[in-house]
């Protein structure tokens, strides 16, 4: 597990031990921003988070997929989410990060601008995602709402879909 990654569940775990809130009605969540949203996903579905590393270009496959990457072994495919959000690309700089995201058998990382922070939100706190796209095609599993912030929560098993 990184460093950051651990960083990220003790401070929950120490939220955790002054809340009143029941574990079972609050979903853990890590945050990060791709261009200018903050976007979330289930802690449980990171495998990892990494500083950028090399990787390889795979010809023949949508713009978004930058390649693939050697991560202790494992062949990894690594997805660009500004380009998969319809995003300008840009240069990586010091607080890019690769999140290496599973569900089930798929893995894959994914270039985000730079991580936020642990996200514990009560499920009353969390809707559903707008009626604006089909249900079934997109990426945004809810919405939660923190204070003065939207942090729009996203489906790891739609990121993780192939569709190439």
């Known amino acids: 597990m990184s460093e950051k990654l651990q960083q990220i569940i003790n401070k929950q775990n120490k939220t955790l031990s002054g809340d009143d809130v029941k574990i079972d ?21 990171i495998q990892e988070i990494i500083k950028p590393i090399s990787w390889t270009r795979v010809p023949q496959t949508p713009e978004y997929i930058l390649g693939v990457f050697n991560l ?50 009560p499920k009353k706190d969390v809707g559903p995602a707008p009626d ?9 599993d809810g919405v939660g709402k923190q204070a003065d912030r939207i ?12 569709n190439f």
């Open 25 to 45: 009605e609050v979903i853990q969540l890590v945050g990060f921003i791709v261009g200018d949203e903050e976007f979330s996903v289930p802690i449980l579905s």
């Open 72 to 121: 202790r072994g494992s062949v990894i495919p690594l997805i660009d989410l500004r380009s998969r959000f319809g995003l300008e690309t840009m240069k990586h700089t010091e607080e890019t990060r690769f999140i290496v995201m599973k569900n089930g058998d798929d893995v894959a990382g994914f270039v985000i601008d730079r991580l936020t922070e642990a996200i514990r939100l």
């Open 132 to 140: 604006t796209i089909a249900e079934e095609e997109s990426m945004i």
């Open 151 to 162: 942090i729009t929560i996203l489906k790891v098993g739609k990121l993780l879909e192939r």
